[in-house]
């Protein structure tokens, strides 16, 4: 079993298959079988397990006793998809590689007919297959069979009426997914920005376009999925995280609009490719390390307190702006950075509105209100370490989002205030106001 540390080198030759795991191991096993039942030539496998409370250690070394090249990389805790991704595609060697979901059962050919669409034209960056489950154009609808012996005669019976078939599409799902290794090197890998998961893949499909390059379907290629498997299995209240990507995509993207299908192509094409913008770094640390160039808070104070407030947590950062103004003195050379996310004018309008409410309530003198500082600059995915290197420490809010948070700060150096009450708060601020600036 090879260890992901350090730079992979390129292997021609070889297909590197990524696939993030979330227990559901026994979907994994299935996965893997047939990955390898129907795969010809070298194969790598990169195995990254989020934080399964099942044993995928133990499958990774079945598979190598088995003679299988597996590379394990292991999260103590969910990460997300994106994040997971990125491990993933960095620790890769081959020089073709896939992402796959571990609750797709890939079909004879797959691979072959996936290679032969992406190499019948330079132009074409990103390739994808026919499905019976996913949302937009892959799907074939007609898609009826039972059990794995079921699939094997309907996948072959479709590639057959289908032999070599390709259409572009200004969007491809990420449950399956074939590039050149050099597409990473380009635009590189999945912006975690979308945590959990969802649109993650929409994204990434539109700065490939943008990059000038196509994406494609192997129409003469069929494979299973289950389908949202891992959210199930972890409970994860998928309607609300589905809705919080979508208010994070519509913030990137510029696009004003219900959930639901977007012009993938204008949006894409409206400007042309940017690394500074468009490239996201696979290794978390070329973006969140404690040199990170900080973001200017004009008018803040020396010591800065972080809150994060993000719709996926509701209206838990108030309670933090509460406790913080319950600790707060005036003599406190003190400022809170309420950080708005995504920083859309609408959610600006109303994080602004709550804290506003808030402060008005304390019924003090203008010169005793705690210093609460609304930020909402747009940040490029590459830049995100430039807020926490801005801060004096992070207040967790309590929202899902809070993993991302702290793992992000951890990595810029920055203290994470876990439980936010105003007591916690008020040891915080006193040798942190003795201590001076930060920086």
Not at 31 to 59: F, K, Q, W, Y
Not at 168 to 176: M, S
Not at 237 to 261: T, V
Not at 420 to 425: D, I, L, Q, R, S
Request: proline fraction near 6%; charged fraction near 25%; glycine fraction near 8%.
């Amino acid at each position: 079993m090879r260890s992901p540390a350090g730079e992979a080198r390129r292997q021609p030759g070889l297909l590197s298959v990524v696939l993030p795991v979330l227990n559901n191991l026994a979907l994994t096993r299935a996965c893997v079988a047939a990955l390898r039942a129907h795969t010809p030539g070298d194969l790598e496998i990169v195995l990254v397990d989020n934080g399964s409370e099942e044993d995928c250690a133990a499958l990774a070394r079945e598979l190598c006793a088995g003679g299988a090249e597996v590379v394990l990389i292991a999260n103590e805790r969910n990460e997300g998809f994106a994040f997971a991704c990125n491990q993933g595609f960095a620790a890769a060697r081959g020089e073709l590689v896939a992402l796959l979901n571990n609750d797709v059962i890939v079909t004879q050919g797959w691979f072959e007919g996936m290679r032969s669409v992406l190499l019948s034209d330079p132009r074409i960056a990103l390739v994808g297959p026919r499905t019976n489950r996913a949302s937009g154009p892959q799907v074939v609808k007609e898609a009826a069979y039972e059990g794995r012996a079921g699939l094997e005669a309907f996948a072959a019976r479709w590639s057959a009426a289908h032999p070599g078939e390709r259409a572009f599409l200004p969007r491809l799902v990420g449950l399956c997914l074939l590039l050149r290794r050099e597409l990473l090197d380009v635009v590189g890998g999945f912006d975690p920005c979308f945590w959990l998961g969802n649109f993650e893949d929409d994204d990434f499909c539109l700065r490939v376009l943008r990059s000038g390059r196509l994406l494609a379907v192997a129409n003469g290629v069929f494979v299973h999925h289950e389908g949202s498997a891992t959210w199930r299995s972890s409970r994860i209240d998928y309607g609300a995280l589905l809705r919080d990507n979508w208010l994070w995509f519509c913030e990137k993207w510029g696009y004003a609009g219900p959930l639901g299908p977007y012009p993938a192509t204008r949006l894409a094409l409206e400007h042309g490719f940017d690394p500074e913008r468009d490239f996201i770094p696979l290794r978390h640390e070329e973006v969140f390390h404690a040199e990170a160039p900080p973001l200017a808070l004009e008018g803040a104070r020396d010591l800065r307190l972080l809150c994060v407030a993000d719709p996926c947590g509701g209206s838990d950062w108030k309670a933090v702006l509460a406790a913080y103004c319950r600790a707060f003195r005036a003599s406190d050379p003190a400022t809170l950075v309420l950080r708005v996310e995504p920083p859309s004018g609408d959610r600006l309008a109303e994080v602004t509105r709550a804290a506003e409410a808030l402060l008005a309530g304390l019924r003090r003198d203008q010169a005793e209100l705690p210093d609460v500082l609304i930020e909402a600059t747009r940040i490029h995915a590459r830049r995100r370490g430039s807020l926490y290197t801005a801060a004096s420490a992070l207040l967790l809010t309590g929202s899902p989002r809070d993993p991302c948070h702290a793992r992000e700060a951890a990595s810029c150096e920055l203290p994470v205030l876990r439980a936010a009450t105003p007591e916690a708060m008020r040891a915080l601020l006193a040798p942190c106001a003795a201590a001076g600036p930060r920086r």
